[in-house]
């Protein structure tokens, strides 16, 4: 009995514990994407008044994305640069040369800070602004979306189940579900945030503006499960690729001829078409 309660001690309160901490306090990158463009290193000032890194090339279209995080998007952002558009590559807080401590649940503020600061640009229509976001990036992006339209067509490429929740369903969710509640509450005490609502009763919203959800399979976090559920609540249009080949994230990499087709045509559609 005590050997049982030992592990379920190690279950329920260590493990969440430990990896909520692991997952707030994650070090500073500090990563400068090797862009091979003209660029403009710039400060984006979120709502609760942080000042994130960027760098930005500017737009040949009217038009101009946020790719989020964009430190490690570099031949994403080449991509889309190849075919006029604007590109703000953002650093999330917590990380590289942008304020604040590492508060992914907090991302929705810094996408719609960098979405206001293409508003701004003399060089962008602000009725044709994308997102392109990745794993983390691309659910809280899904989130950001749903919140607001200035996002008028947005790309997720790897969105998976966020901390604190899973897809489990019989006894096993009788053992998974105090652990995954208590990784939840450790999250929100150790970020001073509270977690963003669940995408699938979310993604609706962001109707009629685009969505294109793309992942590997298995890939990482529950993407392969939960990408088809994120696609069924989806408003229209939208339209999801499971990338063969393809690592979590690694979309560009796997089929790079595909995926430049795939994901431009989408944005042309859907904020050049207008």
Do not use: C
């Not at 790719?67 to 994403?76: C, D, L, T």
């Not at 999801?240 to 001829?257: F, N, Q």
Request: hydrophobic share 45%.
């Amino acid at each position: 009995a005590a050997l049982a309660v030992a592990s379920l001690v190690v279950v329920w309160v260590v493990f969440p514990v430990g990896l909520s901490y692991i997952y707030t306090h994650t070090g500073r990158t500090t990563a400068t994407p090797d862009l091979g463009v003209p660029y403009e290193s710039v400060r984006v000032t979120t709502s609760d008044a942080l000042e994130l890194a960027a760098w930005y090339m500017p737009s040949k279209n009217g038009a101009a994305v946020v790719v989020f995080p964009g430190a490690s998007r570099a031949k994403e952002a080449r991509m889309l640069v190849g075919h006029g558009y604007g590109v703000l590559l953002l650093e999330a807080r917590g990380q590289g040369d942008s304020e604040g401590d590492t508060v992914r649940w907090a991302g929705d503020r810094d996408l719609l800070a960098g979405a206001a600061y293409l508003q701004n640009r003399p060089d962008v229509d602000p009725r044709r602004i994308g997102g392109f976001g990745f794993s983390v990036g691309g659910e809280i992006l899904l989130e950001a979306a749903a919140q607001s339209t200035v996002f008028k067509a947005v790309v997720s490429e790897g969105a998976g189940e966020r901390v604190g929740e899973a897809d489990v369903s019989g006894a096993e969710k009788l053992l998974a579900a105090p652990m995954q509640a208590a990784i939840t509450a450790a999250t929100t005490v150790f970020s001073n945030h509270g977690p963003p609502p669940p995408i699938v009763d979310r993604i609706g919203r962001i109707a009629p503006r685009s969505v294109f959800l793309i992942y590997a399979d298995p890939g990482i976090g529950g993407e392969s499960t939960r990408q088809p559920k994120y696609y069924a609540a989806a408003g229209e249009p939208k339209a999801i690729w499971k990338v063969p080949g393809s690592k979590h994230t690694g979309g560009i990499d796997a089929r790079p001829a595909e995926y430049e087709r795939r994901v431009v045509a989408f944005f042309d559609h859907a904020l050049l078409q207008r």
